[in-house]
């Protein structure tokens, strides 16, 4: 079963919440405080952690720091005090989501829904590692040096979110492969994974390619 902290210091607002998150399967720890919110994680580690923005004992952005040694773990800022550069200092440090409150119960059950349970992931990215080191490549990825097995962390600690993630590199170098192992890894493992050639698509058509058009939009 998935375990979710839920780190607010409104006692009423978390208890709620905590049934809530209860009722979709997962177990919950709740903190009020930066500090029990360290001491909880220390006890057991988080699927997902739902952080409010402010605490008594400091920003709720501190604990991004000690969540980098948690690569399995998802971040959800949740504040009553939202602003754009609040956002995207949180999507930078990390955070798989920003929900504004009052969050519906919709929205609490989109979050929640986007964990990969910590089972499945383990196993599957348990199968990859064991290839690692008996063959030599985790999925379509081969080598074993520091840097591929950096690269391979970094796949197996997004494959478990929803996060959009944007992969750069050299032609060649291996983009669509990272993309595939991370689809591989992910919740969506069990649907299709669709690569689209970029380059040979016009520009002018590109937005339409994407997105889709509504029939008529074109002439000819």
Not at 90 to 107: C, E, F, T
Request: aromatic share 4%; hydrophobic share 40%; with cysteine.
């Amino acid at each position: 079963m998935p375990h979710a902290l839920l780190v607010d210091d409104d006692a009423d607002a978390a208890e709620t919440m905590a049934m809530l998150i209860s009722s979709e399967g997962f177990t919950v720890a709740t903190a009020g405080s930066l500090r029990d919110a360290r001491r909880q994680i220390s006890l057991q580690e988080p699927d997902i952690v739902l952080l409010d923005l402010m605490l008594p004992d400091g920003s709720g952005m501190e604990l991004f720091a000690d969540a980098k040694a948690l690569p399995n773990t998802e971040l959800v800022l949740i504040t009553g005090h939202a602003s754009l550069d609040t956002s995207i200092q949180a999507l930078r440090l990390g955070a798989a989501d920003y929900l504004v409150k009052p969050m519906s119960l919709k929205q609490l059950q989109g979050v929640l829904s986007r964990v990969t349970k910590p089972s499945a992931l383990k196993a599957v990215a348990g199968d990859l590692e064991k290839s690692l080191e008996t063959e030599g490549h985790f999925g379509g990825l081969w080598g074993r040096s520091a840097p591929m097995r950096r690269v391979y962390q970094q796949i197996v600690r997004v494959a478990g979110t929803a996060v959009t993630v944007f992969i750069t590199g050299e032609s060649g170098s291996g983009q669509e492969v990272v993309a595939r192992t991370r689809h591989d890894l992910s919740r969506r493992r069990n649907n299709a994974f669709l690569a689209v050639n970029c380059g040979a698509i016009s520009p002018h058509l590109m937005e339409s390619e994407i997105f889709g058009h509504e029939k008529g939009s074109f002439t000819g």
